[in-house]
């Protein structure tokens, strides 16, 4: 079966850096677009970034345009998201998921199973 398996969250500080793993297994991962996800406490759930799969294109919220970056590994099977100048508001649980809706207007479509998350909080 498919799974999507996020890691590397943790615990920094204002202005610091994290990067994120999005590992698959049971398919192919450079066959679909692969979307980044975030949930803050009480609030929805945001598409943050997105990288297509016929061209690598990608695609970031206004809220972390400039500060992260979104790359695939295909060898490894692997999305990254590279998280730099984090902010308070960056704090939330993060997901990866084949996202179907990949442009410069949506971060959407998703389907399969979503998993547990990275945690990631920034916090002085």
């Known amino acids: 079966h498919l799974q999507l398996v996020e890691s590397g969250g943790g615990l920094v500080q204002p202005g610091g850096s994290l990067r994120l793993s999005c590992t698959a297994s049971?398919?192919?991962?450079?066959?679909?677009?692969i979307g980044w996800f975030r949930q803050a406490p009480g609030k929805e759930r945001e598409g943050v970034s997105c990288i297509n799969s016929s061209n690598d294109s990608t695609n970031y919220a206004d809220s972390v345009k400039g500060r992260f970056t979104i790359s695939r590994d295909n060898a490894k099977n692997t999305v990254y998201l590279q998280m730099d100048s984090l902010k308070p508001e960056d704090t939330a649980i993060y997901y990866c998921v084949i996202t179907r809706f990949c442009t410069k207007t949506t971060i959407g479509g998703a389907f399969g199973s979503w998993g547990q998350g990275t945690q990631v909080t920034v916090s002085s």
């Open positions: 049971g398919f192919t991962l450079d066959y679909y677009p």
